[in-house]
């Protein structure tokens, strides 16, 4: 059987077949209650990236790239020859996953929200793509998506998807494998974090349209921001203002590492122009994302997930999440029984996020902004049935009287 | 029977044979007909000041100095392995490319060359881009030391038989174009060209209604367990 970038389905079934076998094999044979959705949640992550970067398991490896930016068949992969032409830049999702030259199955929400706005606004190409409507059109687009699927799944894509997420766990494992114990911020200042992904959010898609208000209301507000130009130039599409957030974030070197470590990418290609100005080291990632991505990977060694605390994406998911009416209708959702929580505090204790809903609210949808879902909680709590993660209603996990097996709380949640 | 089976297998053999004898022979042919270059070898264009060389060593069918501009044809740089018909004419520059390629198949048209130039004169390429293309399928830029995006109309002009001029510009080029073929889609009806926003929208309020139904469900149930 010959898999090509042509036969994405192929890939897709074999894939997924591969996926759920490993799910079944955790789910039954995994003995340790306290570690199985863990473990259960690891390997999903690890299958995510594999999903999110499709192109890493579809060849040719040694597709020829060319400056400035190369195309190559997994151009076509998911964005264009599968879902069609009008689908270019892959499907928007609520997780940290970069708008790439190789492999666009799926993008960030983040991303499109700001290309479509400032370069794309009404311009008919996109980065290798061409485009059939309009700026507004596009963005209905993203946000439709993005609303379909936190509406689904809520903030559980940070958990369970988020490649970035998943770097953050590795961090704490090896922070954990040296014995050394995670540092907490104060339950007010994680709540003010929590508005932080908010003013990213604000400022990104404020700059986006300023840089893009020749497009948008007819004067330009940056000079050289006029998409096509006066004489035709291609301005606005290949400054480096073009997607603010993006220029410092910090998931995007390591996303650019995991392109090149597979092969995806030419490492010469990107290093041939990743030189100049501090600030600007190349197309895929500048100076400041790297310094931007050492520090947050310092944090999050430290501090459990620190970034999903002020992660715009995870903002957006949490603003689509958490908030009436969408949080009356959120078909994902942590919950608790009151009458068996007996406020041991654990789950307080385990949650990366340092949520505390779980533990200070009475009963019922105890769901919050910051909370991932990630069921560490449900996992981690000793009480038979006073947490749970349902779908729809359904119970998808909830928590065992593991004590009874002889283990001790601060033995499993340290 | 056998015997039928007997001639079908000499006439296979015999037909196995030809095609080797023969596409090893074209194969030769061509190996035969290609000429050498080496990085060290400057194709120099004396009417216009300008110079024109190759990075790497490499091969092509045949070069020659037509109305101020070389034509190197079936051109192979070694590094790409690509062959691709390049004609270039530099005016006041030296230049020294690094890569050339040049495709076109159903999906997609590609060109692209990339060379380094001292001299702030003119260089003038046909990649062999075929049809009429649009400047905002081509890329040019220029690293000084960022790379920069040059301005069509200014910089760099298209002319609309594709060929590219690129003025007064040193340093490290990339002249790049690429077009996917895509349909048009100003001509399709309106559910056709609006139909991922419909499909999108239709998906969003699917899932609001039915999350809002299974949320009263869950909701009257727990009441009523209650």
Known sequence: ?414 | MRLKRHRIGIAGVIFLVFVTVSSSLVLGAQAHDRTSFSASDRFVIPELNGSVQFAYNGSYSSAMLENNAWVFNDLMINTTRLLGNLKVSVKDSDITIFSFYSSGNISVNRQSVRYNAQGAGSQVFDLGAEGVTHHSEWWVTVSVPSTIFLAQGREWHLSPDNIVTVNEQTGNISVAHYNFNAQSYSSLPFIERHSVLIVTLAVVAVAAIAASVVSVKVRSKTHGSN
């Open chain 1, 1 to 414: 059987m010959v898999v090509t970038e042509n036969n994405p389905y192929i890939v897709l079934g074999l894939f997924a077949v591969i996926v759920a076998v490993g799910i079944v094999l955790i789910l039954k044979l995994s003995k340790d209650k306290t570690r199985k959705i863990s473990s259960l949640r690891l390997f999903i992550q690890i299958a995510a990236v594999f999903g999110i970067f499709m192109g890493l398991l579809i060849g040719p490896f040694n597709v020829p790239l060319f400056a400035p930016l190369g195309p190559s068949p997994r151009d076509h992969l998911l964005g264009a020859e599968v879902l069609g032409s009008q689908f270019p830049d892959g499907i928007s999702v609520p997780f940290l996953a970069c708008y790439y030259p190789n492999g666009r199955t799926v993008t960030c929400g983040l991303w499109q929200l700001q290309a479509y706005i400032f370069p794309f606004w009404d311009y008919p190409r996109g980065y290798q793509v061409n485009y059939s409507t309009s700026g507004l059109e596009k963005i209905a687009v993203t946000l439709g998506m993005l609303v379909a699927a936190c509406i689904v799944f809520g903030r559980s894509f940070c958990g369970w998807v988020c490649p970035f997420g998943l770097y953050q766990d590795l961090l704490t494992r090896l922070r954990k494998s040296a014995r050394l114990r995670h540092l907490s911020t104060s339950v007010k200042r994680n709540k003010q974090l929590g508005q932080v992904s908010y003013i990213i959010i604000a400022v990104a898609l404020l700059l986006s349209v300023i840089f893009a208000s020749y497009v948008i209301f007819g004067f330009e507000i940056v000079p050289g921001t006029i998409p096509g130009g006066p004489e035709g130039t291609e301005a606005g599409i290949v400054s480096n203002i073009n997607e603010p957030f993006c220029l410092v974030c910090p998931a995007r070197p390591l996303c650019i590492a995991v392109q090149v470590a597979a092969g995806q990418m030419n490492w010469s290609y990107i290093s041939q122009i990743a030189y100049g100005p501090f600030w600007i080291s190349g197309f895929y990632f500048t100076s400041i994302n790297v310094i931007i991505f050492i520090i947050v990977s310092l944090l999050a060694f430290a501090y459990r997930r620190a970034w999903c605390r002020i992660c715009p994406v995870g903002g957006l998911s949490a603003l689509f999440s958490t908030f009436t009416p969408f949080k009356q209708i959120a078909l994902t959702k942590l919950e608790k029984d009151e009458h068996k929580c007996t406020k041991c505090g654990v789950c307080k204790r385990v949650c990366p996020t340092q949520a505390t809903d779980m533990y200070e609210k009475k009963g019922g949808d105890v769901t919050e902004s910051r909370c991932i879902l990630c069921a560490r909680c449900v996992e981690i709590c000793p009480y038979g049935d006073a947490l749970k993660l349902t779908f729809a209603g359904k119970t998808l996990a909830k928590s065992r009287n593991w004590l009874e097996e002889g283990k001790n709380i601060s033995e499993v949640a340290s």
